[in-house]
């Protein structure tokens, strides 16, 4: 599909993926004659769009906004309603795009909006559907707490182990599959790193006026390493740093098919909080993804979590993988319920370009929007009869019926760094292949991101140059 567009292309091209999600994009400036299979978007004397599709075709226009700064949201709405009318789809979230929906009903409590003003201002702006508003309303209701709670003088700690047992169809993480020689190989040498990484960063840290506040240990799959190799990662992280007034220690200890006593006793030792994540408990969908171990084997772990005496467990699952159906989700959000886990994180799948599953994929492999719409809708139901309120949610592009991610979880069991990276507000230190930290700037809200390389191969051969960035953030800290 061609769109010929003579502004900024990021929003549009937003918005077009809501109704054409698979599609491949060409931009130009200059439109010829309205042709089949383009969309035009202008910003002259007025706002204009035209799009055309399958021999159908809708068009819309405005007058230039009095606030320039509204001529790009306005022509997404034109845009928004001409695909509605084209393809007779009408997606939830409006043209309301961004990754973290929950930080714009934050702004608008702090300006001392109620529920009704603030759903007035989304939907007259984004379009968004009053179903949609109710749920980011909610979500920033069940952070509350852990938002009056946070302390501006306070760090979370990333630990990033970039490797699993198998690659996922649906993965775009920079992980590799132990299952290749190249990368088990691998292994021991990136402990090495990162625990170099973890003593120098906790040495740069010492004597500053921030504390660890929540540790997490993520990946890939964590515990796809041994548990010698684990225990080493995580002693080090208890030397290095000063975890006496951490709050909450999660480890992503994710695919069943690793978890085992041996490491789960390690983890024990140190963390407060571990997720185990099935994504189904239907053996045949886990076969399409390409998952090696069965729903028995979620079962089986998750049993030897509990007499291990884990008392805060996640357990993520996602709506519309290839195969599944709305009553083989149900039985899997009804499966996880029954086993009572603290949380419970709802994806939807997201097709990203980098995932296997996405080469040759169609739009007809993949559930149709209204079956994935009455997963979601079934989940949210079903958890919140259970309990479960939603705590946090995130946005992906790409994601199959512009649908979202939620966290839900019990009472008092809301994970305070998934709320803390979605809200943006805390400082995040990372360590690994992949990391991100960023460093927040209290006074104007400037968020200073700085990478780690993304491949274990660069971390390990450029590590001197990767970390050069590390002796600005001391600085960076004690500034803000």
């Known amino acids: 599909m061609i769109i010929y567009i003579n502004g900024s292309k990021y929003e549009i091209e937003a918005v077009v993926k809501l109704f054409f999600p698979l599609e491949r994009f060409e931009f130009k400036e200059d439109a010829p004659v309205r042709t089949d299979g383009c969309i035009i978007a202008r910003t002259d004397e007025t706002l204009f769009v035209y799009a055309a599709a399958g021999g159908r075709k809708a068009e819309r226009s405005a007058p230039l906004p009095e606030d320039p700064s509204e001529n790009e949201i306005t022509l997404c709405r034109l845009l928004f309603t001409a695909l509605t009318e084209l393809t007779g789809v009408t997606p939830a979230w409006g043209c309301l795009t961004g990754i973290r929906p929950v930080k714009k009903i934050n702004t608008l409590m702090s300006r001392g909006m109620d529920y009704e003003q603030m759903y007035s201002y989304l ?3 984004y379009l968004i559907s009053r179903s949609k508003f109710d749920l980011i309303f909610r979500t920033a209701q069940g952070q509350r707490h852990a938002l009056d ?27 590799h599959s132990i299952t290749s020689k190249g990368a088990k190989q691998l292994i021991p040498q ?32 964590p ?64 076969r399409n993804i390409g998952r090696i171990h069965s729903a028995r084997q979620f079962y089986d772990a998750f049993d030897l979590a509990r007499k291990m005496g884990f008392d805060s467990v996640n357990t993520d699952t996602i709506a519309g993988l290839p195969g599944d159906t709305a009553e083989g989700f149900r039985a899997t959000i009804d499966g996880l319920i029954a086993l009572s886990p603290e949380n419970i994180t709802v994806h939807t799948l997201t097709v990203k370009r980098s995932a296997t599953l996405f080469q040759g994929t169609a739009r007809g492999d993949l559930a149709a929007d209204d079956t994935l719409m009455r997963m979601v809708d079934y989940a949210g139901e079903a958890l919140a009869d259970a309990g479960y309120s939603p705590y946090y949610l995130y946005r992906q592009k790409n994601t199959i019926g512009n649908l979202e991610n939620v966290g839900f979880s019990k009472p008092g069991h809301e994970g305070l760094y998934n709320i803390y990276i979605m809200e943006e507000i805390q400082n995040i230190i990372s360590c690994g292949a992949g990391a991100s930290t960023k460093i927040i700037d209290h006074s104007t809200g400037k968020i200073t991101r700085s990478f780690n390389y993304k491949y274990p191969y660069e971390y390990i051969s450029r590590y001197d140059r990767m970390t050069e960035y590390k002796k600005t953030v001391r600085q960076m800290l004690t500034e803000n």
Do not use: W
């Open 123 to 125: 939907h007259r702006k």
């Open 149 to 175: 709670t946070y302390d501006p003088h306070s760090f979370s700690l990333y630990i990033g182990i970039p490797f699993c047992p198998s690659r996922c169809s649906y993965c775009s993480f920079v992980s």
């Open 190 to 221: 990136y402990v090495d790193m990162l625990i170099r990484e973890l003593r120098e960063t906790g040495e740069m840290l010492r004597g500053t006026p921030f504390h660890c506040d929540t540790v997490y240990i993520g990946g890939g799959t």
């Open 223 to 286: 515990t796809a390493i041994d548990a010698h190799q684990l225990s080493r990662i995580m002693g080090t992280a208890a030397d290095s740093f000063d975890l006496s007034a951490v709050r909450e220690y999660t480890v992503e200890a994710g695919r069943p098919d690793t978890i085992t006593e041996d490491k789960l006793s390690v983890i024990k030792e140190h963390a407060t909080r571990i997720s185990i994540n099935p994504q189904t408990l239907s053996d045949s969908v886990l």
